[in-house]
């Protein structure tokens, strides 16, 4: 008997590359992006990762507000800043230079932005209610300046619940960076 095995991997767009950093702001206007929030590591805030993307979004006319309120080993109380903080701005896009931490704020920034609930609403049950992404969110683009996490290109987004003393997370698909509206209006 023949058994036919199939699967199917589903991967975060990459690019790499020398230059590939010099790139951001053209790939963020090409998504439609005109205002992004830069999700940056604290201790990268002046570093050449940083300067080239604001660099880069600046020369594609793109808009580029800085958060660098993040915190290494991220809690529900991080994340939360960060979520107001892309509540007020606005964003359109977000970029996030640095490690996992980083790139976990910006995912949960972008998910809360674009579809508000209640902060355990989209946390992993049974600490949460587990409830899934409801669409497409808006572009993110990750710059990696670590190695280990590969949040760069997964669906997660891991933080401590200081209240329960526990490590838990967001868990989506359309977390991973690459993860683009589709039709949607963007003014």
Do not use: C
């Not at 050449?48 to 958060?67: I, K, N, W």
């Not at 109380?77 to 359109?92: E, H, R, Y």
């Not at 590969?150 to 838990?168: P, Q, R």
């Amino acid at each position: 008997m023949t058994l036919e095995n199939a699967f199917v991997m589903n991967t975060s767009n990459i690019k790499y590359g020398p230059g590939a950093t010099r790139e951001i702001g053209y790939d963020m206007r090409a998504l439609g992006a005109k205002r992004v929030m830069a999700v940056v590591d604290p201790h990268l805030v002046h570093e050449e990762p940083v300067v080239v993307a604001l660099e880069s979004l600046r020369a594609a006319g793109v808009q580029a507000t800085l958060f660098y309120r993040v915190r290494i080993e991220p809690t529900d109380a991080s994340f939360k800043d960060a979520i107001l903080f892309a509540q007020d701005g606005k964003f359109d896009g977000y970029v996030a230079i640095g490690g996992g931490s980083t790139m976990d704020t910006a995912k949960a920034a972008n998910l809360y932005t674009t579809y508000p609930a209640d902060f355990l609403a989209y946390v992993n049950a049974p600490i949460g209610e587990g409830r899934p992404v409801p669409g497409r969110l808006a572009p993110l683009i990750a710059v990696p300046t670590t190695a280990g996490t590969g949040s760069e290109t997964t669906g997660t987004a891991i933080f401590d619940l200081e209240e329960m003393h526990v490590k838990t997370g967001i868990a989506h698909p359309a977390l991973r960076p690459g993860e683009y509206f589709a039709g949607r209006d963007r003014n």
